[in-house]
């Protein structure tokens, strides 16, 4: 039956119409924000899993730049610590060079105080925001090192923690026995071995804590690029498909007005019925 007051095919042909507008505009919208899931109604259950994501990326971001505080604050310590160790194998050379009589003791004596101070301004020094490894004043040093987060429980951190070496305490270079004769001399060397082991054990443990911080930094930031590629996978425009998609739909949407022109038209064709 035809009718001039219900057109059929023009309603089918609008709904149509519509649909295709409608698919031409979302695929429009991803093409310009460059992302296929951009907010919740786009998809709930992928939108929220992004943003934890995302939280952790920002996690990830902090870490890393809590790590490379710690690289430095733990340099400075390392460098501190290597210069007392060599610092103390020139004292004991000066000791050893004390072991004959025929030794000038009073200079040995006075360079071996200069050295002395030297350690003591090289532990003062080694300290970087306010932090010192090497002093007795100095606290030990705590570095957030990861974020975990375990099926959908709340997320936690990890630390690295490094204890104070207290050098000025360990090496107690202000009392060591004054030289002044060949066997003042060897008393002081024997001091000198066991203030050169504390260093060498303490340049050890720092050494150790920065590669340590440094391999975590490595990691941190080769998982906080996976989980960027991660979400963009998830919530990202196939600019490709979307290309393709968008071509489709333009054609369509002027197939669809053409149907929805001729189903508009059809009512005329009734005009013929009464000639």
Excluded: H, Y
């Excluded at 160790?85 to 360079?111: H, N, R």
């Excluded at 000198?192 to 060498?200: G, K, P, R, S």
């Excluded at 490595?218 to 998982?223: A, C, D, E, R, T």
């Amino acid at each position: 039956m035809s009718s001039i007051i219900t057109n059929n095919s023009a309603m089918v042909a609008l709904q149509t119409l519509k649909s295709i507008n409608s698919n031409l505009s979302d695929t429009q919208n991803e093409i310009a924000t460059g992302k296929e899931i951009s907010s919740a109604k786009d998809n709930s259950a992928i939108w929220a899993i992004s943003k934890v994501m995302e939280a952790d990326v920002a996690g990830f971001d902090a870490v890393s730049k809590s790590l490379a505080v710690g690289e430095a604050t733990l340099g400075v310590a390392s460098a501190g610590a290597e210069s007392i160790v060599e610092t103390l194998k020139e004292m004991e050379g000066l000791a050893v060079s004390g072991g004959s009589e025929t030794a000038d003791f009073t200079k040995i004596q006075a360079e071996m105080l200069q050295k002395v101070a030297q350690i003591a301004d090289t532990i003062e020094a080694s300290q970087f925001n306010g932090v010192n490894l090497l002093s007795t004043a100095g606290a030990g040093l705590t570095v957030v090192s990861s974020v975990n987060r375990v099926g959908t429980a709340a997320a936690t951190t990890d630390t690295i923690t490094v204890a104070n070496l207290d050098f000025e305490a360990n090496i107690d270079t202000a009392g060591m026995t004054a030289i002044t004769d060949a066997a003042s001399a060897a008393t002081a060397f024997g001091e000198i071995q066991v203030m050169l082991t504390t260093a060498l054990a303490g340049a050890s443990t720092i050494g150790s804590a920065a590669s340590r911080v440094e391999d975590q930094g490595v990691f941190v930031s080769k998982l906080s690029d996976s989980l960027k590629s991660g979400i963009g996978a998830l919530v990202d425009t196939d600019m490709e498909a979307a290309s393709a998609r968008l071509q489709a739909l333009q054609t369509q949407q002027q197939l669809g007005v053409q149907a929805l022109s001729i189903a508009n038209q059809a009512p005329q064709t009734i005009l013929s019925l009464f000639r």
